[in-house]
C-alpha cells in the first residue's frame, strides 16, 4: 500500500473482476491485426496472469476472430471467453459458433448514435436489445448488456434500459462503455452511483472506458470507487483512436492507492506488455507508467542522492511488484552520491573525497554531451517510416483494382 492510500469509501468494493479486451478493442486499433497464433498466445498469457474472462473478439463481424476463438477453446485456454455482438441473430449465433461462453450485447445509447447513425428510436433500439437479451439467453450463454455511448446518453433513457433488460439472474454485468472518451471521473461517479441504485446487487457495473482525453484510467478508477465491480482493460492500453484504460496502470492503482483486490499477478505484466508491443506493433514510451522502461530508473543528483538514503523519497510504487529492478543511470544530471554509490559497490569499493567526486561528476557530464544524437534522428525516422508503412493498412488501390476485377467478371 502507498503511505497515503485513499481514504475509504462506502461504495467502493473490497475486489474487482478484470476483463481483457485486447484481443477484441486492442486489435481494433488502426493498422494493428493479430495472426491467430499471437491470439491464442496473448490469450493463454493473459489467463495464466490470473485474468478470468477475455472479451475474446467479435466473431459475428470476423470469420478470423471465430477462428481464433475456437483455436482458443480447443487448445485450452483457462480464461472463460466472451465474444461481442450486436443484438443480431447471425451476431448471436456465431457467438454460439465460436463456443463462447458470455456475450458481450452492445447497443449504442445516445440519442446522437441511435439517430444520426442508425436511424432508430429510443424505443426501437431497445426493443432490439430485448430481442437480443432474450436471444442469448436461449442459447445458454453469459450475459452482458454493454451500454455503448453510456456517457453521453441520457441517464433516464439508461435507467430505462436497466429496468427493462437487467432482470435478476439473467444479466451478469451492465458495461458502461465512454466510447468516445469524453467522461471525467466526478460524472463517472455520478452515473455508476445512479445505475447502481436500480440494479439488483447480483448484477455488476463494469466500466469500458476510452483514453481520448487521457482520463480512461482515471474514469476507470472513480467508477469502481462509486461501486463499479468489474472493469475492463487493454494491455499496454492499445484501442480505437486513443486506446483503453492501461491494464498494468489500472491494477497498479488498484493494488497501492485504493487498495482494492483483483487476482492478477503483477509480474506477468512486463511480459503481457512486451508480447503485446511485438505483435501490435504499437511501440510504449520510455515514460508508459508502470511497465515502462524508466520507470524504476533514477538520474537526478538530488533524486539518487535522496534515493539512497531512503528508496521512498521518490518511488511509491516497488519495482519487485511487477518483477522488476530499480536503476541508477549516470547522466547529465548525476551528481556525487551516485559516483561514491558506484565506487563503493566497486570490487574492491574505493573510497573518494569531495573534489575527486566533483572532476569525476564533471567527466561523465561531458562524456554524455559529447555523445552522438544522430542515433536519435535515425531512431525517430525509423519509427515514422514503420508507421506510415506498417500501421497504414493497405492501400485504397486494391479494392479499386477488386472492384473492377469484379466488375469485369458479372459481379459486385
Known sequence: MADTPLAASPTRPAAVEVIDCTLRDGEQTPGVWFTVEEKVHLARLL??????????????????????????????????????????????????????????????????????TLGITRDQAAHLMRTGVDEVLGEGMGLNVVFEDATRADPAHLIRLVDELCAPGTVSRVILADSVGCAHPAGMRTLVRALAERLDPGIAICTHAHNDYGLATANTLAAVDAGARAITCTVNGIGERAGNADLAECLAALTHLYGVRHGVLAERLPELAGFVERASGIHM?????????????????VHVDSMLKDTRSYEVLPPAWTGRERGYVLGKHSGASLIRHILRQADPPRDVDDETARRLVDVVKQAVERKDKTRYERAYAA??????????????????????????????
Open 47 to 116: 489467463a495464466d496472469a490470473g485474468i478470468g474472462l477475455l472479451d475474446a473478439g467479435f466473431p459475428g463481424a470476423s470469420g478470423a476472430d471465430l477462428d481464433a476463438m475456437q483455436e482458443m477453446r480447443q487448445s485450452g485456454v483457462a480464461a472463460r471467453l466472451g465474444a461481442t455482438a450486436r443484438p443480431l441473430r447471425q451476431d448471436i449465433a456465431a457467438a454460439g459458433k465460436a463456443q463462447a461462453d458470455e456475450v458481450f450485447l452492445f447497443m449504442p445509447t445516445s440519442d446522437l448514435r441511435l439517430r444520426e
Open 383 to 412: 519509427k515514422e517510416a514503420f508507421m506510415v508503412s506498417a500501421l497504414a493498412g493497405v492501400s485504397p488501390e486494391l479494392v479499386i483494382t477488386e472492384y473492377d476485377r469484379l466488375s469485369s467478371e458479372g459481379g459486385t
Open 285 to 301: 514510451s520510455a515514460t508508459k507508467p508502470v511497465t515502462g522502461y524508466n520507470v524504476y530508473r533514477h538520474e537526478s543528483g
